[in-house]
Structures are given as C-alpha cells and as structure tokens.
C-alpha cells in the first residue's frame, strides 16, 4: 500500500520509499525514514495535494510523490 | 602608542584563544524563526541586496556584542539541507563552504533550530558540524514547545553536541542576552564528527573529500561536507550546484560507491538520522503525540473543502478591497503633493527649458509612479501577512492543483494574484518560488494580469463606447470582467507554452511544509515592508526617473512656438512617432493620435488618458471626465467617420490587456532575473501579442457587430 491509497486521519508506517534520485534524498532528509510513524491529515479541497503529519510537523506532497511511499497501515488506526 | 587599549576598545583581537566573533552566519530550516531571529539582534540596523551573480537576496545587519564591538550578521537563506535543491538553498552552502566570492566565511554560525521539530532541525545543524566551524545552537519557539509538554534537556544536549545550546523565544526577544554572551565569547570550534558511514562508503567519501582538499584548498572537515553533498547530486543537477571542473570527480565517485553494491544514497541520510535519534533519546521528551494543537484546529476551518474557499476568497476580496478603498486617500495625498511641488517649482524656478523640464518632466514623470505607492505598500504588507501568519503554504496547498494543469506550483498563485492590483509587489512575491524555471515562467507571465494602472484606460473606452445611458452599468462591468478574464486566460496559455518550450522542465515537485500558525511579529512585517518599499524606491527610481525625462523631450521637442498644447504635441518626436507609425497600427484600428497616446504611455499605462487629453487639447483631463469623453465621440477619421468606434474602443482595450507598458515593472524583472534579457524578451513578446490581440479583436467586432 501507498501513502496516497490512505484515508485522511489514517496512521501507518513507512516501510520503503521508492522515490529516486534527489526526490528521494530530499524526503529523507526531511525525515521520511523506514519506520517512521505517519498519519495523513487531509486531502486537499481539489483531491492534490495531501497533508502528512509525522516526526511532528506537516507536510504537503502531491499524490505523484505519495505514490512512491510505501506504508503499512497501523491496526489500531480508526 | 604605549599606553595598552582598553579592553573595551579592542579593534583587532589577538590570533588564538582570545578571538571573538565579528562575522557570524544565521542558518536554520525555512520557518525555524531564524529571520525573527534577525531582526531582534539587528534591528532596523540592516542591507538588503543580491548575492553576486544570483537573485538571492543577501540580508547582512550590525549588532553589537556585550563588549560593544560591531559584529555583522549574514541572515542566510532557509534550507533544510546541504544538500541542495534551489539557487537559495545552494547559496547558504556555499557561504557555509567558504565559496562565495563576495562573501567572507563566517566565523561563527549561528544554528537557528525550532525547538519543536528537533529531530529534523538538528539534521542540517549536525552537517553544520562537520564543518568544523565554531556553532552556537539556537532553540527558537520555546514557548511553543512548552506549551506542547515538549522537554528538551539543554545541558545533557550541550554535552552530547559539545556546541553551546541557547533557547530563545525569538518573537518575543526572549533570550537574546544569553545567546550575546554566547556570541562574545571567544571562538571556539565544535568536537570532531562522531556519527559514521558504513567503512566502504566513509573510504570513497574521503577519497573524494581528498580531491577537493588539494583542488580547492579546503581543510579536510569541509572538504568532507562538501563531498558529501557532492554525492548527492543526480546527473540532471549536479552543473546546477557543482562547477563543471569537478563534475567528471563527483561522476567517477558516485560509480564507485555503485560499484560496491550498497545502498549508499539511503546510507548518507540514515547514518546521520541514526546519530540524531540516538541524542534525542536521550534529551527530548514529546509531548502528546495525540494532543491537537491549535494550529490543526485552524487548518481544520482553513483548509476545509467548504470553509477553506470561502476563508480565501474572503481573504482575498479584502485585500483587494482594501486597495481600492484605503489606498485612495493616500494616493490623493500624493496627488495633491507632487501638484503643489510642480507649482512651487513653477513658480520658484526661472522660466525656461529647465523648468519646463521640472514641473512636466521630471516632477509629473516620477509622480505618475509613486502614486501608486501606496497600493504597493497595502499589497506588500498583506503579503509579509500571509508570509508570517503561515497562510501562504496553506493557499499554496489549496491552489496548487489548478496551477499544477499549466506546469506551476501553488506557490506561483499568490503573486499571480497580486499582480491584478499592481506587477511589481507580485513579480518581487514569486521569490518564494524555489524553482528558478517557475519563478522566472512566473515573472514573465505576472504583468498579463489586469493591474489598477489599466482601470482608468478601460474606464475611459468603455465610457466612450456608451456614450448615452442606453446600456445597463452590468454590461459595462461585464465587458471589463472580460478584459480581466482575457488577461489571466492568455497567462495561463503562456505559462503553459513557456513550461513547453523556452523554460522547459518537468512540472516542479511539492515538497512544502505547513507551518504553525503564528502571530506575525510587528517588527518582522515592518521590517519586510520597509526593505521591500526601499528596494522598489531605490532599484525603479533611476530608471523611472531617466525614462520620464526621455518621454517628455520626446513629447516636448521640437518646440512650436505659440501653438497650443496639442498642435505643439502633434509637431513633436512623439507626434511625429505617432504619425511614422500609424500605418503599422492602422490595421488595429488606431490612427496617429491615438498612435501619439500609446507612445506616451509606454513608461506607465495611466498616461494614455492625460496625453490624450492634450492630443485633444483638453485641460486636466481624468479618465471619468465628460470632456475627454466626448471629444473621443466628436473624433473623425480623414475620411470624416467616428474615430472610436466600439471595435477601436474593444481593440485598444486589449492591447492595454497584453501589453507592457510599465517602466517600473521592466525595472523591477530586471532586478529579479538579474539580466536585461528577460525584461526585454517580456517587452517584445507582450507588443507583439498585443498586436495580434488587438488585430483580432478590432476585425471580430468589426465582423459581428458591423462597426
């Protein structure tokens, strides 16, 4: 599953990131990390871009970039 | 002298252990409050300007330190990286680096992170390290992070680090003693770099390290940092960031760490999170991690599908509103003042060339453009809301899907924005914009949108297209939306075509944080207005000044003696450009009086409507005033048929929509492209599309409507 498939205020956990090049570097920097917790805050009103909230600051991606997040779901999410 | 200096007055420190900071750098993440941080320690004391080569702006200020000694601080531009992604980012490496040539290293750094988010602040303070330079950390927003329930344990972080750690609440001035003791104590440089890379990725980053200590002589520290954002680089980026000398090094290292096998890239980034989240353990203790703060009840209303439209087009409308109403009164201040300057200096100078000069020249000229101050300076202060509030990021958020169909960012929105009130606070707003392509695609396409210059020439044709009170004011306001409509629609065309072609590049990626909320600090947005108002004052004014001077002897010479104002205007340079290129406009429509108009209008659009008062030899004359109305219906061809017909009327309306005539715009794109190419590229090509706009449009009417 990818970042972008999650509901708004669904949790997970990034299990890989499949961005390359800069993108990737970039993401990582910023604290996309295999492991890191993350929950997506809100679609934005025309569907893209999407609001992340992890290592507690938000973050906007488009979907196109979400898309090379891979995630799993926590199960306790609602 | 034998007498020994009294401490207080020591002007150059004694070499070693002794010496203190006079050149330190702020670095920090964008929105760590390092700028808030700026203005408390400098206060108005600072220059704004442009790196060497580069539309960064460099914002350097005095303080003092607790010794009363000057030391100057460089504000740096916000990054969260060494690693770079834009010009403004690259900039801050390469001051941090020692690189730049107009920029000394500094040497201090003082490391602004937010108090809030740590983890992520303390990745580019640790590759701040590497550097081996002295660094002061800072932890701005203490209060918030309070507030939130979040504990950092100072001393037990100092000791981890071995840098001396200050909080400070930045808006609040809250700390600022400390961190100046901080700063005037001697200079001290960090312990050696203790996170590590996996030994066959630490062997080739040395190695290339190695390389650019003997190429560029840098000590093995910032050789080392310097490599590893070397390595970083993809092959599309790397002559973006990297001289063309080292490129095949950086190419060669890069196949070598391949060659290993190991996910290196990923392994550069990791090691050093490791290292981070191995101190933050052991010093920081999070709050809630469920708690909402008030910033998320915010965004709940901001960014709601409903409420968030409606709160940004209400945001919006008042700032529109506000132009057009508050603006008002100072602009008749001004009106008023340069009205009585002229007659002062009418009455004051000898009459003669020099006065003339003076009174039509110069004071009208400079005057026609700093009347429109005020609305620059409305605009200018919404802007630096919206950009300390946070809100801007949110309307990024909320429009970056429509401006994402033309190949733009969110970001470009609100400088498109602007620019229908004025260009030039919009054109300086598309700073924000990390991509060089889309800031330029931006600049290029910002003066299509109808700014308030336009208002008084549309009011005018579209007051003589109706000459009686036949048709309903909602079909006058209905073709003036359009005029509007065709400015934003033929924009959007061309950013889209100029994404395709001429700055051709993939449709930039949105990697953007959403800040907290805050309450602006007064000094931060007073302190942005005044540098933005002085710049546009400073870098325009020349050219307004010489392009003024330029129209009115053109408009003045040669003279006709005792002729009135509009055969004096006909016989002049611009009478006579204005008949030379009537056959070029004709097809438009237009004959050489108005061809005398759009001469005169070519430094500020209003004009049209004054110059073609004395073409036809009306007094005073305002867009609103019934007799250049009139005389626009009395006008006759040779041939004795009405000059302004609806299709001239239609016709001379668009190409007010598309072309540029502002001065002080193409003063303000060369100051932001760093080249004349540009301005005059955006000169030509919006001509050139007006032309063919007013073709079109003057031979349509003339087809449907029969006049």
Not at chain 2, 262 to 278: F, H, K, P
Not at chain 2, 382 to 408: K, P, Q
Not at chain 2, 446 to 470: G, H, N, Q, W
Not at chain 2, 673 to 687: D, E
Request: charge should be neutral; charged fraction near 15%.
């Amino acid at each position: 599953m990818t970042l972008n498939e999650l509901s708004a205020g669904q949790t997970a956990t990034i299990s890989k990131i499949n961005a390359a090049g800069s993108i990737r570097q970039r993401l990582m920097e910023l604290g996309l990390l295999r492991g890191t917790p993350i929950e997506v805050v809100r679609f934005a009103p025309m569907g893209d871009p999407i609001e992340i909230k992890f290592k507690g600051y938000h973050l906007s991606l488009r979907k196109e970039e979400a898309a090379t997040i891979e995630v799993s779901p926590s199960p306790s999410s609602n | 002298m034998t007498t020994p200096a009294a401490p207080l007055h020591i002007t150059s420190p004694p070499a070693g252990s002794g010496r203190q900071a006079h050149w330190l750098a702020l670095a920090g993440n964008p929105n760590s409050g390092k700028t808030t941080l700026f203005n408390a320690l400098t206060g108005l004391r600072q220059k704004v300007g442009n790196y060497a080569g580069v539309t960064v702006e460099k914002k350097v200020g005095r303080m003092f330190n607790l010794h009363g000694q000057e030391v100057q601080v460089l504000d740096l531009p916000g990054t969260y990286s060494l690693s770079v992604r834009s010009p403004d980012e690259k900039v801050a490496r390469d001051v941090l680096l020692g690189t730049v040539s107009d920029t000394p290293r500094p040497e201090l750094i003082v490391c602004v992170a937010d108090a809030n988010n740590l983890e992520r602040s303390l990745y580019l303070t640790s590759q701040i390290l590497d550097l081996n330079l002295p660094v002061i950390l800072v932890l701005n927003m203490m209060d918030l992070a309070k507030a939130a329930g979040v504990e950092i344990d100072i001393k037990n972080l100092e000791s981890l680090l071995g840098v001396p750690i200050i909080p400070v609440v930045a808006s609040k001035e809250v700390g600022l003693i400390p961190l100046k003791q901080a700063i005037t104590r001697e200079l001290e440089k960090p312990p050696a770099r203790t996170w590590t890379l996996p030994v066959e990725i630490e062997s080739e980053v040395q190695a290339l390290a190695l390389e650019f200590e003997k190429a560029h002589s840098m000590d093995n520290a910032t050789a080392f940092a310097n490599a590893l954002a070397a390595l970083s680089e993809d092959e599309h980026t790397i002559h973006e960031n990297f001289p063309k000398s080292v490129h095949s090094t950086i190419v060669n290292a890069q196949a070598k760490l391949e060659a290993t096998g190991l996910d290196w890239r990923d392994a550069m980034v990791e090691s050093r999170y490791t290292w981070i989240q191995s101190i933050c353990a052991q010093v920081v203790k999070q709050g809630d991690p469920n708690a909402v703060t008030m910033s998320e009840k915010i965004d709940h209303v901001l960014t709601h599908k409903v409420w968030g439209w409606i709160t940004f087009l209400g945001m919006m409308s008042l700032m529109f509103f506000t132009i057009f109403t508050v603006a008002i009164y100072p602009m008749q201040w001004i009106e008023a003042l340069f009205g009585a300057l002229q007659s002062f200096a009418g009455n004051h100078l000898p009459v003669g060339v020099v006065r003339d000069l003076i009174c039509s020249g110069v004071i009208s000229g400079v005057g026609s453009v700093v009347i429109f101050l005020p609305q620059i300076l409305i605009l200018f202060f919404f802007i630096g809301l919206l950009e300390d509030t946070g809100y801007m990021a949110r309307a990024a958020f909320l429009m970056d899907r429509l401006m994402n169909r033309v190949g733009l960012h969110g970001k470009s929105f609100i400088p498109l924005l602007c620019s229908f009130a004025c260009a030039i606070p919009g054109v300086m707003a598309a700073r924000t914009i990390e991509n060089p392509k889309d800031r330029l695609v931006t600049i290029m396409i910002a003066p299509l949108m109808s700014c308030s210059a336009r208002l008084p020439v549309y009011t005018i044709m579209i007051a003589t297209m109706f000459p009686t009170d036949a048709v309903s004011n909602w079909q006058k306001a209905l073709i003036m939306l359009g005029m509007y409509l065709l400015g934003a629609l033929v924009a959007f065309a061309l950013a889209w075509l100029f994404k395709k072609t001429l700055m051709k590049g993939r449709t930039p990626v949105l990697i953007m944080e959403l800040p907290p909320y805050r309450i602006p600090a007064i000094k931060t947005v007073s302190v942005h207005l005044w540098n933005r108002a002085s710049t546009f004052i400073r870098r325009a004014g020349t050219v307004i000044l010489a392009l003024s001077i330029v129209l009115w002897v053109l408009m003045t010479y040669p003279k006709t003696p005792y002729a009135t104002p509009s055969v004096a205007l006909a016989n002049s340079v611009a009478g006579k450009i204005g008949h030379a290129i009537e056959p070029v406009i004709a097809p438009l429509g237009f004959d050489w009086r108005i061809g005398i108009g759009l001469v005169g209008s070519f430094a500020a659009r209003e004009i049209f409507v004054s110059t073609m008062g004395m073409v036809f030899n009306i007094e005073d004359a305002d867009e609103t005033s019934p007799p250049l109305k009139d005389a626009f219906n009395d006008a006759r061809r040779v041939d004795g048929t009405p000059l302004f017909t609806p299709a001239v009327c239609i016709s001379l309306m668009v190409f007010y929509v598309l072309a540029m005539q502002c001065v002080s715009t193409v003063a303000v794109v060369r100051r932001e492209t760093n080249s004349w190419r540009w301005p005059i590229f955006q000169i030509f090509y919006m001509t050139g599309l007006a032309y063919i706009g007013s073709f079109i449009a003057f031979n349509a009417v003339r087809f449907f409507f029969g006049s």
